[in-house]
């Protein structure tokens, strides 16, 4: 049986290299598992705590991720990668080097006769109206221009500081958007969408209404979770190996 995995927030870099090893060797284990089940896996966003992409540069940290997505790849697994709040300034590094399809917001489609709809969820806070707003001017294609003039070994790390003090500001304030999320989602069903899945919040979640469900993803950074769809439903699990 041929299974489509969805995962979001992994944040590979967030933390040095040596206080990372443990987590990162983890997600690694768990793409090496779901190598000869999944048919299709969509990264719905944040991979990466922060990654910039020159034209000639990318960050060398996360080889062995890369690597094992390229297996993927010659394994014709479809990979999906969704740009989130932390790993939006992608070049055309993954398209082309490693045929990985990107979705620079959200992406709807059928698969196995349920509709999906899937986006990271940044923005979807009422509340976070001053985000709505830096996520014009960060994502802007002349400001990202400019920026690229910066050398990479200054470029990157203030790449990573601006990332991480975005995930800190997160984790600080109490957006209370539970019920934000599950009425953005109530709205696409209504639409006529079967499933809904978001990443963004970094809490697993998992609701079932007329039939419909909306599963935010969590994350992997302390709840390891992601989901599974079977071709007949789909099912929040948590990796714990």
Do not use: C
């Amino acid at each position: 049986m041929s299974l489509i995995y969805f995962i979001s927030d992994i944040h590979l870099g967030a933390k040095s290299e040596k206080e990372e090893e443990g987590r990162v060797s983890k997600f690694l284990n768990f793409l090496k598992e779901i190598e000869n089940k999944a048919q299709k896996i969509f990264i719905v966003g944040d991979l990466f705590d922060f990654w910039f992409e020159y034209k000639y540069v990318i960050p060398k940290r996360y080889f062995s991720v890369l690597h094992q997505l390229k297996k993927f790849q010659e394994k014709n697994i479809e990979v999906h990668y969704f740009t989130g709040n932390h790993d939006f300034w992608l070049g055309d590094f993954f398209s082309t080097e490693m045929g990985i399809i990107i979705h620079e917001n959200d992406w709807s489609g059928t698969i196995d006769g349920k509709k999906f709809y899937l986006y990271h969820g940044d923005g979807i806070a009422k509340k976070d109206s001053g985000y709505r707003f830096m996520k014009k001017i960060l994502r802007n294609k002349t400001n990202l221009k400019i920026y690229r003039w910066l050398h990479p070994d200054i470029g990157i790390p203030f790449a990573r500081f601006i990332s991480g003090s975005s995930r800190h500001y997160t984790d600080r304030i109490d957006l209370n958007d539970n019920d934000d999320y599950i009425e953005f989602a109530r709205g696409k069903f209504e639409e006529g969408y079967d499933y809904v899945l978001m990443g963004h919040r970094h809490n697993p979640l998992e609701i079932n209404e007329k039939g419909k469900k909306y599963i935010n993803l969590g994350d992997w950074l302390v709840h390891f979770s992601y989901a599974v769809f079977d071709g007949k439903e789909i099912i929040l699990r948590y990796y714990s190996q």
